[in-house]
């Protein structure tokens, strides 16, 4: 027998799709909103930003839903996650399927709004946040498939934007993938001796001792590909002093994660959302001085 959703658990669902704590909402917003404006020129449709917007609510809500119901067992033998609603029986495994069908349904209407290219390239979304949350189990690379589902926004809002997904769209994509690589690795810090015992693979473990260079590696790879994509789109002098100022918080992350300080490693992973916001205003001013 179905279960159907209870509207007492409604500050249940608030827990289980992270909408109290947006901060991957943010993650995910700023590349999204980064592609939105270069394809736009400055100038976005106000359809596809609303669109978009609240997609990214909508998908990022159920990709938190999904993972949970995939971490249901893993997360009751973490100490940060074992109180998690699923894990803690607070919320049916059947239950949270179905707030997951409900936020994927709504995603989809949204979409429908879009043009046709925009509409078959979500089936791609849809597919990578399913199986992003049983990377862990089989491969030591989920922060990879976590940045292509965040990512796979940026073709789709080209699409929206041009009915076309340029090369330098896919420029694009690479950047957040990379940049996920690096945030989710200081997040995947935090959780590795945890990770470790119970057998949950991530870069952190892949690593190992080279976690703080391999960090910096992507950190490096990030910017040449925003400077890369900068000369592309022939962004100006407002987006080169954004991306020296999104260095220094980069520099600044790793001196968070030096110590390898659980607390400090998550702080590097939350400062991230300032990063992605210093280059969104650099596009905006960039586009706006024109």
């Known amino acids: 027998m179905l279960i159907k959703l209870n509207k ?15 901060i991957g909402i943010l993650l995910l917003l700023w590349p999204t909103y980064w592609a939105l404006w270069i394809a736009s020129n400055g100038r976005p449709d106000l359809l596809v930003f609303i669109v978009f917007t609240l997609g990214v609510v909508m998908m990022r809500s159920a990709g938190c839903v999904i993972n949970d119901y995939a971490d249901r067992k893993i997360d009751q033998q973490v ?10 029986g607070q919320v049916a495994p059947i239950e949270a ?7 994927v349904f709504v995603s989809l209407l949204l979409v429908l709004l879009m043009n046709p290219l925009t509409i078959w390239l979500s089936a791609g979304g849809v ?4 199986l992003y949350p049983f990377m862990k189990r089989h491969t030591h690379l989920p922060q990879v498939f976590l940045g292509m589902a965040f990512g796979w926004a940026v073709p789709m809002v080209y699409a929206a934007q041009t009915n076309s997904v340029p090369p330098i769209a896919w420029l694009l994509f690479v950047a957040t993938v990379i940049w996920a690589v690096v945030y ?8 590795r001796e945890d990770d470790l015992k119970i057998g949950v693979k991530s870069t952190a473990i892949l690593f190992g001792e080279l976690d703080k260079i391999m960090i910096g590696f992507f950190q490096l790879l990030f910017f040449i590909t925003l400077l890369i994509i900068g000369q592309k789109a022939e962004l100006g002098t407002a987006y080169f002093i954004s991306l020296g100022i999104a260095l220094l918080f980069a520099i600044y992350h790793q001196y968070l994660i030096k110590d390898r300080d659980e607390a400090k490693c998550f702080n590097a992973f939350l400062n991230n959302n300032w990063l992605g916001l210093v280059v969104f205003v650099g596009i905006v001013v960039d586009y706006s001085m024109r």
């Open 97 to 103: 399927l179905q707030l997951f069908a409900v936020l």
């Open 79 to 88: 100490e940060r996650t074992k109180l998690r609603p699923i894990s803690a």
């Open 127 to 130: 597919v990578l946040a399913v």
């Open 184 to 191: 989710d690795t200081m997040y995947a810090m935090v959780d």
């Open 8 to 22: 007492d658990n409604v500050p249940l669902y608030v827990q289980l799709t992270r909408l109290n704590k947006p």
